[in-house]
């Protein structure tokens, strides 16, 4: 259940309470009020019955005296004195219709016969009244039974209204002690209520406040896998836990993904690290000809004795060389940063690839000769033009043939290039040789940067460990692909295929 | 410094090879040289240099295996080396020393300081 349906039925609850106590208190009062009207009419009517009886004895006490002054004196009534007597009957009968309007259901009944029996009674003291100056009119007034009767009646009135007065009061004090009760109870059950409702609630949002209070400082402190699944409310706490849960796996992702970043980018920076100490141990090593040689030559420069001419020639020809190797690994790495910043783009024009390697073949020779090596070369003269980079493409077949020639001594190295039957629009060059070879982690390593394939190979055959790299490179810079197959001991081949369609061409620029 | 024994360089680029020998002589001393770590333990072996300078990257076995082998034969353990490499970091310096070196010195050669590591080695 949600906090905010939870507080909302302990707030109805508790008014309902509420509600129950007032109502209460105005059925009590009004319950009260009732009662109250009828006691204090049953007192008035009680009194009233007193006065009344007090004039009724009065009054034939008065009507006693008169008969026997009627009958021993010849005494006239007076108009005066019989308009006096009619006035006190009629407030007497005034008193007791006033007692008829007081009178209850219950005491109904007594009033009646009250009522008959006080009309016969006072109709024959007016009867007498009216008739005391006539000697003729026979006046018994003595019979007490109607007085009597009539004071009979009024008795049993008057005890009848005395009873319902005690019978009212008492339920006046029933009343009271009932919404007293009542009262008493209602707030009692309310601070009960209140009291465990806010219990539970408060320990019920503590529990879950102090769950929420942990996940965030466990997800606070790094452990971003906790989860806060302990909450058993589907309302607001449960909705915050949700965003909770929601907002670590969010920060887990994003910390995955800077760390990824982060550790990519390390990678790359420790790649720079070591390209950048290879070049430096790469341009150091015909640095320390060119210096050594120049810094021997200026010493023996001193002594003009010393100085052998042919010697100097050959030494001063090794500086050029050292240099201009120099400058070909210089322009190797600038190549290399060019390719790996994407600043490298291609030239592309048509030209025949046998042109270019007849060219290259040509410019190979001394190295041939040096490592008395034989080139064969073969349908050359059969292969399409292509369209794409002619420069790139002979300093890929320069890289391959120099690379064979090095590797082999006593050997053949083989030129051979095909259109592909089966791959139409795409024609293979290989370069195969006789030399050492590479066994497979060699291979699987030859196309990157500075490596060569093992580190004493630049000791024995010299190279930058660049021209491979280059190679795969501009390969796929053109379009194209390279690869090796080689056997340690029986030579290697590298195999480029590159696109002869201008259009394959083009799609891959 | 001519008690008759040479010193050893051990250099793999022949023009480097060339260059350092033909250097050292005018400077004075005897020397002696091989191509590749092995050749570099036979010749401190049977020739019992004074000294030897020796580049790292060798082929056949390369100059760090070579000076912990050096380090190793109580016959030649006393031989000073002087590490001559391209690599010029601080930790390529320190993984010379541990490789057993005496002293390091990156290419291309300082010829005057290298000559004073020598100096300094071979007085004792």
């Known amino acids: 259940m949600s906090l905010r349906r939870r507080l909302t039925l302990s707030l109805v609850t508790i008014l309902i309470l509420f509600a129950v106590n007032v109502g209460t208190h105005f059925w009590g009062s009004y319950a009260r009020n009732e009662s109250m009207i009828a006691y204090r009419n049953s007192v008035t009517a ?94 018994d007034i003595d019979d007490p039974l109607p007085f009597l009767e009539a004071s009979q009646r009024l008795k049993e009135l008057e005890q009848r209204q005395a009873f319902i007065a005690v019978q009212r009061a008492s339920i006046i004090d029933r009343t009271i002690a009932l919404t007293d009760r009542i009262t008493v109870i209602g707030f009692l059950a309310s601070i009960f209520l209140t009291a465990t409702l806010g219990f539970f609630l408060v320990r019920y949002t503590n529990t879950s406040l102090k769950r929420l209070k942990t996940g965030t400082e466990r997800i606070g402190s790094g452990d971003l896998n906790y989860r806060i699944d302990n909450i058993d409310d589907t309302g607001e706490l449960g909705d915050l836990a949700d965003a909770f849960n929601d907002m670590s796996d969010k920060l887990r992702n994003a910390i995955y993904d800077v760390r990824k970043a982060k550790d990519s980018a390390d990678e790359a920076n420790a790649a720079k690290s070591i390209f950048l100490a290879n070049v430096s141990h790469e341009l150091r090593t015909p640095l320390n000809a060119i210096i050594g040689y120049s810094e021997m030559l200026h010493d023996e420069l001193e002594d003009k004795e010393e100085v052998d001419l042919p010697q100097f020639q050959e030494d001063l020809e090794k500086i050029i060389m050292s240099g201009r190797q120099l400058l070909t690994l210089i322009n190797d790495i600038l190549d290399l940063s060019k390719i790996e910043t994407g600043k490298m783009s291609l030239h592309c024009e048509n030209f025949q690839p046998a042109e270019i390697l007849t060219q290259v073949c040509e410019s190979l020779a001394p190295l041939l000769q040096k490592q008395n090596n034989t080139l064969q070369w073969s349908n050359l003269t059969k292969l399409p033009t292509l369209y794409n980079d002619a420069t790139k493409f002979r300093q890929i077949f320069t890289n391959l043939l120099s ?75 053109m379009g194209g692909s390279i690869d090796v197959e080689s056997e340690e001991g029986a030579g290697s081949t590298f195999t480029v295929v590159l696109p002869s369609d201008p259009e394959l061409a083009l799609a891959a620029v | 410094m001519t008690d008759g024994k040479p010193i050893l360089l051990v250099e793999d680029n022949e023009l480097n090879r060339d260059m350092l020998i033909r250097r050292l002589k005018r400077a004075g001393l005897a020397v002696i040289a091989a191509g590749d770590g092995q050749q570099a333990l036979e010749l401190m072996t049977s020739e019992q240099p004074r000294l030897v300078l020796m580049d790292m990257n060798l082929p056949v076995l390369d100059g760090w295996s070579a000076c912990r082998q050096a380090r190793e034969d109580e016959h030649i353990s006393h031989i000073p080396i002087i590490a001559l490499t391209a690599h010029a970091r601080e930790e390529d310096r320190q993984q010379a020393l541990d490789a057993g070196c005496d002293d390091y010195a990156t290419k291309p050669v300082d010829f005057p300081g290298l000559l004073t590591k020598i100096e300094k080695l071979t007085r004792a």
Request: net charge negative; glycine share 8%.
């Open chain 1, 46 to 139: 009680t009194q009233l019955s007193t006065e009344v009886e007090q004039l009724l004895e009065d009054q034939r006490q008065q009507t006693l005296v008169l008969a026997t002054l009627r009958d021993t004196t010849d005494d006239q009534l007076e108009a005066t004195e019989l308009k006096q007597a009619e006035d006190a009957i009629a407030t007497i009968t005034g008193k007791i219709q006033k007692l008829g309007k007081l009178s209850h259901s219950v005491t109904e009944l007594y009033y009646e016969q009250l009522w008959q029996s006080s009309s016969r009674l006072l109709e024959g003291w007016l009867d007498f009244y009216r008739g005391y100056n006539d000697p003729q009119v026979r006046l």
């Open chain 1, 403 to 477: 690379n064979a020639c090095k590797f082999t001594e006593n050997g053949c190295i083989t030129l051979f290039a095909q259109s592909l039957p089966e791959r139409p629009g795409w024609v293979e060059f290989g370069v195969q040789d006789t030399g050492i070879g590479m066994d497979a982690e060699q291979q699987s390593r030859v196309f990157e940067a500075f490596v060569q394939a093992d580190s004493s190979t630049t000791a024995n055959y010299g190279g930058t460990g660049l021209g491979l790299a280059i190679c795969r490179d501009f390969t796929t810079l």
